[in-house]
């Protein structure tokens, strides 16, 4: 299997929104219940570091960075997202994706990136912490879906290259 990461244009939305909703099915990917609309999604996520994973023209994951803060003095800090389609789950393409958007997001200025995982995602923690992510700590009860509170594991990345 050949694998392309290749920025996230909006002509992929429909793939991206399918993969986004198989995320939400899971109930252990993201607080949301429903996928936003193309101007919700593009509104919330920045617009660089967009990134697609494509096998055989097929877009099979995705992974973007949105703002942790609006104050200017955390412009270096983005919180990370990556998701990736039943089908090719535990083929290493998240692994892909995230390693190149640490690389991109180095290139635009990041020097830190994080991300909030729900605990009993442990795939997804794994992947992070393989990838140079460390447990800053768990948050208790962050968030309730469905009636059900969660955990979630909040993790970062420093970057090594910015000072």
Known sequence: MKIVVRPL?????DSVSKIYKEGIATGIATFETECLNWEQWDAKYLSNCRIVAVNKDIVVGFGVLAPAS????????AEVSVYVSDDFRGKHIGETLLRQLIEDSEKDGFWT??????????ASI???LKSGFRVVGIRKKI?????KW???HFLERRSDCIN
């Open 143 to 147: 968030g309730r879906l469905n009636g």
């Open 9 to 13: 244009l909006k002509s992929d939305w």
């Open 70 to 77: 609006k104050r200017i003095v955390y412009r270096g800090v």
């Open 113 to 122: 990136l994080q991300a909030g995982i729900f605990s009993e995602n442990k």
């Open 150 to 152: 969660y955990d979630n």
């Open 126 to 128: 794994n992947l992070h």
